[in-house]
């Protein structure tokens, strides 16, 4: 009874004989954790679609009315699709839980380098929006043009997550199957440091270092930093936001290769950097579902859609309040003219 709840993951680093009842009962608590964390995130990950399909209609609906759309609203559009694309990413790792997807080395390769070149992007999107609220470019600027951002962000990612594959090394066998994750354990700790390094610290420096740059730029100016932009406390709350839930999956992720190193790795600690992968895709979850409430035109449109939902529906009578209403009285009376004719 109890091996049908253990995950295939955890079975499978158990090799030779069968695991002791302590060891069973570890197993099983540990996939217990796995799917508590996972029903938790699938309601946060249906909320943050529901909210990607509104930004999207938007969106489309913007385009279709052929309204210009100024350069942040662009990057902030280019950031919640990447997130979306996360939140897409993150269904292999809903669907198969409390067990692993299994699935050839090479697709399991794929599917890594996908996932981290989307998250790195929209890490760089964000400093991109860093720039333009911190510096205030001109229009025609060098980094203000459409392209040469496109080209910029995705080469620069993808040099990034090649070079972390490199650390990660080659696989034994591409098409032998295995469990698929998106930052095994085994890769080493190198590995684990390399991304902490280079996916997460460098692209948050960078953004902390123009936010910097604008407040100092801004200080003897009366026009206000962040708070007077309709995207700069998009900007804030996304920045801590990710940056609380990858630096968590990344501090999981170099602990667990330490003790993996070490052979201490046990399957309670191997589920709860399972959990931070959860975490890590929580992350584009809670950005895209704090654009309609903190981003102003986005909110207005929201409210805008209750009310006409609003409208729609039949509202009860409700009893009129009483009201003191004087009845007009007219008075005829006979004057003596009257009288004598």
Not at 57 to 69: D, E, K, Q, S, Y
Not at 249 to 260: F, G, S, T
């Amino acid at each position: 009874m109890a091996t049908q709840t253990l995950p295939n993951s955890s079975a499978a680093a158990v090799e030779g004989p069968t695991p002791t009842p302590a060891g069973a009962l570890e197993l099983i608590e540990a996939a217990n954790l796995i799917s508590a964390a996972n029903r938790a995130y699938a309601v946060l990950a249906a909320a943050a679609f529901v909210a990607g399909c509104f930004l999207l209609c938007g969106l489309v609906a913007t385009w279709r009315a052929g309204r210009h759309v100024i350069w942040l609203d662009r990057l902030l559009w280019a950031f919640c699709g990447l997130q979306l694309l996360l939140l897409l990413f993150s269904l292999y790792n809903v669907v198969h839980r409390p067990y692993s997807l299994r699935t050839a080395a090479l697709g399991c390769a794929a599917l890594s380098f996908a996932i981290n070149t989307t998250s790195t992007c929209g890490l760089l999107v964000l400093a991109l929006m860093a720039y333009s609220l911190a510096l205030d470019p001109p229009s025609d600027g060098f980094l203000r043009r459409p392209g040469i951002c496109v080209a910029l962000v995705v080469l620069t990612s993808i040099c990034i997550t090649l070079l972390l594959d490199g650390l990660r090394g080659p696989s034994d066998g591409f098409r032998r199957e295995t469990d698929c994750f998106m930052d095994p354990v085994h890769a080493g700790v190198s590995y684990a440091v390399a991304k902490l390094c280079l996916a997460f610290l460098m692209p948050y420096g960078l953004q902390l270092a123009l936010l910097i740059c604008g407040c100092v730029r801004q200080k003897q100016s009366n026009r206000r930093f962040l708070s007077g932009s309709e995207q700069g406390p998009v900007l804030l709350a996304f920045g801590a936001t990710l940056l609380f839930c990858h630096l968590f999956y990344a501090a999981a992720l170099v602990r667990a290769a330490r003790l993996q190193a070490r052979g201490e790795l046990s399957h309670r600690q191997r589920a709860f950097v399972s959990v931070a992968e959860l975490v890590f895709f929580a992350g584009s979850c809670a950005c895209l579902t704090l654009v309609p409430l903190v981003h102003r035109p986005s909110r207005k449109k929201l409210a805008g859609q209750f009310g006409r939902a609003a409208d729609l529906c039949p509202r009860p009578a409700r009893a009129q309040p009483s009201r003191n209403i004087i009845t007009p009285h007219i008075e005829i009376t006979d004057t003596l003219q009257d009288i004598e004719s």
